[in-house]
Each structure stands twice: as C-alpha cells, then as structure tokens.
C-alpha cells in the first residue's frame, strides 16, 4: 500500500506568518490529493482537493501544491482560526491513506 | 443542503455486532459513493471502507484492518448507508463518520462513538 508521510507533525507560528506542511507519497499518485482541516472538537472539513484545488468557501490564504509524490499545504498568513490539525489523503484508488497529520499552534 | 447523520454507535463487548446507519438528505444519493471513516480517541483519521454508486458497479473496499470482519452497504431508496461491524476488537473504538464520495470527502457527518469494552 501506499503510504503517506506529512511534516512536521506539529509546529507553531505567529499570527500572520507563513504556514508550509508537506505530505509524501510513497509512489506516484499523480495530483490525488486532498488536504482537510479538524479543529479541536470538531468534524474534519475538506479544504483542498485534486493537490491545488480550493474547496467552495476555503479561505484564499489556503493553497495546495505539488504533483506525483511531493505536495504541500500554505497557510499564507496564519490566523487565530486555523488552529486545527491538517491531514493530507491520497485517493488513487483503494485504500484511501491518511498522513499522520500536522497540528498547527499559534506562538 | 447536504446532511449526513450517522446513528447506532454505542458501547459493546468484545467479539459483538454493531450497525451504523448514515441517513441523508439533500442530494441524490444514488449517485455517489459512500466512505466511512475512523478516528480512535486522540489519533489520526483513518480510512475504514466505501460502496461505489450502483453506476460504478455498488462495489465495496475495506480496510486491511477491518476486512473479513465489517460490511458496507446502502439503500439507495431510503438514502441510507450502513456500515455493519462484527467480530469487534477494542481497537475499533473510535468515533466513525459517514461521509460523501469514495475519493476526496466533501461532507461529513457528526459522528458516532464506538467503544468496545468488557
């Protein structure tokens, strides 16, 4: 199976500042994937898919990155609201592989 | 508007069944996919199962994890997906969410928490 590999898994940033995560694919998945958002307590919410495509509503400080096994998240300037955890998934076929996930903290 | 209502959770005993229903409303079921996903208390998201439409063959995929053990079905005339679990471990406890589409996930349900304990 393929496997997703997202750094770091945590970090902390200052408001306003700049965000980068990246998620690895163990094998080509060509732009298969997604990136969702989970706030503490809360229902993930799909932010990104098709690696760079912004979901309805998404905040355009968001973008996605990346082709084939490299991709990245930015948050390009971070607000209070997007403390949450970010989780990259693969969808090129059966299983549907989760990162780790990436908790993102206000410094 | 989408919704997606999952029901059924609840605490079982090791080796015992459960049925997870995901009821919803506002947009033609018959014509997506369906994905169940699982979160164990503060960990990760992880993928469990899904049914292709009826137009992409019904069929289902699982998780290494849960194959042989959990079936996924749906009935496209109530707009309902069911996610039957047998053979439960402890470490199926978690809190599964129903949501729409077997490839990126746009909506998700609540949630319903399975705990599975002597």
């Known amino acids: 199976d393929i496997q997703m590999t997202q750094s770091p898994s945590s970090l902390s940033a200052s408001v306003g500042g700049r965000v980068t995560i990246t998620c690895r694919a163990s094998?080509?998945?060509?732009?298969?994937l997604a990136w969702y958002q989970q706030k503490p307590g809360r229902v993930p919410k799909l932010m990104i898919y098709?690696?760079?495509t912004l979901q309805s509503g998404v905040p355009s400080r968001f973008s996605g990155s990346g082709s084939g096994t490299d991709f990245t998240l930015t948050i390009s300037s971070l607000q209070s609201e997007d403390v949450a955890t970010y989780y990259c998934?693969?969808?090129?076929?059966?299983?549907?592989?989760f990162g780790g996930g990436t908790k993102v903290e206000i410094k | 508007e989408v919704h997606l209502v999952e029901s059924g959770g609840g605490l079982v005993q090791p080796g015992r069944s459960l049925r997870l229903s995901c009821t919803t409303s506002?947009?033609?079921?018959?014509?997506?996919?369906m994905t169940w996903v699982r979160q164990a208390p503060g960990r990760g998201l992880e993928w469990v199962s899904f049914?292709?439409?009826?137009?992409?063959?019904?069929?289902?995929e699982y998780a290494a994890s849960v194959r042989g053990r959990f079936t996924i079905s749906r009935d496209d005339s109530k707009s309902i997906a069911y996610l039957q679990m047998n053979s439960l471990k402890t470490e199926d406890t978690a809190i599964y969410y129903c949501?729409?589409?077997?490839?990126?996930?746009?909506?998700w349900g609540q949630g319903t928490l399975v705990t599975v304990s002597s």
């Open positions: 949501t729409r589409r077997g490839i990126y996930l746009d909506y």
């Open positions: 506002g947009f033609t079921f018959g014509d997506y996919a």
């Open positions: 049914i292709r439409s009826k137009d992409y063959g019904g069929t289902p």
């Open positions: 094998q080509d998945i060509s732009n298969y």
């Open positions: 098709a690696a760079s």
């Open positions: 998934q693969r969808y090129n076929g059966a299983p549907l592989t």
